[in-house]
């Protein structure tokens, strides 16, 4: 019936167009972001997009109904009218065809399928946006975006934080209320957000490397695991990789966020293994992280593969595990562990040393069932281009990662659903209110975060706070 419908609307069209005729293409729709054959959540915004030809008008047909329709090369959806198809189709895989105009005629491309799934995407994403380059980082900021729309803005940038650079911002079980950002440099620090308050916090003692540098929340909010680096950069003479970037000293710590102090456990703080992207599980009772044998030299550095590590942990006490379990030993090098809220799954990146994996174009996806021990290479999700920097949506249904898969320069956002069977879809990139949009932008999306709230600071609150010049100081439990 759908078939009959789309076939009738093309005489309809073909006998009001009087000079042009309908001609049927064989040619996948040069759809430009693609967004064919994807899922997508019931409130996301508008899938806006562009034709890579030249197109004069295009219309869309959701199940034989026209949906939108744009008057040269690019469509946007009145997103009014886009948030009402959705709650009509939410639940249902839904055919969509697209009938372009040229100069001489019109061309009906072959249909795809929008698959609208009730599962909902935390509705904010945060993300560092820079120039994906190793020397420059002015003009960097820290920005909110809600999926459900196109309204973002700056809640941290370098000129207010005394042109430092920052990284990349997290939230505690996705909760606005609860979340961390660094600012680095000299006179920086950890950037505490509790319900809009904000502390600055020196999260370093005389035993650590360096400051605090990858971390993670407990769910309970009072403590962080953290690691400790001493990051070196390198230059690769082979015009294929650009830069290296990897550490020479690295160690893993806790850290009391009420009390102010640092939690350690030797089997954390091995000068012979280098452990770093420390999380909590779900539950609290276990820390993730990953770790090596220390190089001694750069002539070393493709040996430098990191295996999954686990530890035990209890938040009453402060105490550690007595071993350390190794999870996962890939034949490459593991990085960036992140479980699902539910705890079924530990998303994580592969690539072939090292742990910089946004500088490696094989770096990929993998996804371990910790119930049954089978991991998922993910082949629909990765792409010939670094795929990583991953994270969770609270309902354990939705993750983001960051890919450089248009140009291998720079780095997007992409949503992937992973239904109740862990089967991964395939992704799609976040939308934007022009469809031109990713041609003209020349910033990488770092590091994206799903939150299921908005931030409740911006960036002026950010800079009262370094201008007072108070911060909290954190040392070793007594005995330590």
Request: aromatic fraction near 12%.
């Amino acid at each position: 019936m759908k078939h009959i419908l789309w076939l009738v609307g093309l005489l309809l069209l073909s006998a009001c167009s009087q000079q042009k005729e309908v001609k049927q293409s064989m040619e996948q729709v040069p759809m430009y972001p693609d967004y064919t054959d994807v899922t997508i959540p019931v409130n996301i915004a508008p899938l806006n997009f562009l034709l890579r030809d030249s197109a004069c008008g295009i219309e869309v047909y959701a199940d034989g109904q026209l949906i939108g329709e744009g008057d040269d090369h690019r469509l946007t959806f009145d997103e009014d009218d886009w948030k009402e198809f959705l709650q009509k189709h939410v639940g249902n895989e839904v055919e969509i065809r697209i009938l372009a105009e040229y100069e001489n005629h019109k061309k009906a491309y072959p249909a795809f399928r929008w698959h609208i799934v009730a599962d909902s995407l935390d509705p904010y994403l945060t993300y560092r946006l820079i120039e994906p380059d190793y020397e420059v980082y002015n003009k960097l900021e820290l920005q909110e975006r809600c999926i459900e729309n196109f309204e973002q803005r700056s809640f941290c940038d370098h000129e207010r934080v005394g042109n430092r650079c920052m990284n990349c911002h997290t939230y505690s079980n996705q909760d606005a209320n609860l979340s961390m950002m660094y600012v680095r440099g000299e006179g920086g620090g950890a950037v505490l957000n509790r319900n809009g308050e904000l502390s600055l916090l020196d999260i370093k003692t005389e035993e650590m490397v360096s400051g605090s540098v990858y971390f993670g929340f407990h769910p309970e909010g009072k403590h962080i695991v953290f690691s400790s680096n001493v990051i070196i950069p390198a230059f690769h003479s082979a015009e294929s990789k650009r830069l290296e970037v990897f550490d020479t000293k690295s160690d893993v710590y806790v850290a009391d966020l009420t009390d102010c102090k640092v939690l350690s456990s030797p089997l954390l703080a091995d000068s012979m293994q280098l452990e770093t992207f420390p999380t909590f599980s779900p539950d609290g009772t276990s820390i993730y992280f990953c770790s090596a044998n220390r190089i001694q030299s750069l002539d070393e550095l493709e040996s430098l593969q990191y295996v999954m590590c686990r530890i035990s942990f209890d938040a009453a006490s402060g105490e550690f595990g007595e071993q350390v379990d190794t999870l996962l030993k890939a034949g490459s090098s593991v990085c960036h562990p992140r479980i699902s809220p539910d705890g079924r799954y530990l998303l994580y990146t592969v690539q072939d040393y090292g742990t910089f994996p946004i500088w490696h174009r094989e770096a990929d996806l993998r996804m371990l069932d910790l119930e049954t021990g089978e991991v998922d290479s993910l082949s629909v999700v990765n792409s010939n281009r670094s795929d990583t920097y991953h994270s969770w949506s609270s309902n354990s249904r939705w993750f983001v990662f960051a890919s450089k898969r248009d140009d291998g320069l720079y780095g997007k956002p992409y949503f992937c659903y992973v239904d109740r069977a862990g089967k991964a879809h395939k992704p799609f990139v976040l939308p934007q209110e022009y469809p031109d949009f990713y041609d003209n932008n020349l910033k990488s999306f770092n590091v994206p975060e799903l939150g299921r709230g908005s931030l409740p600071f911006d960036a002026e609150d950010v800079k009262k706070l370094f201008e007072t010049k108070k911060r909290f100081s954190f040392s070793l439990p007594e005995g330590q």
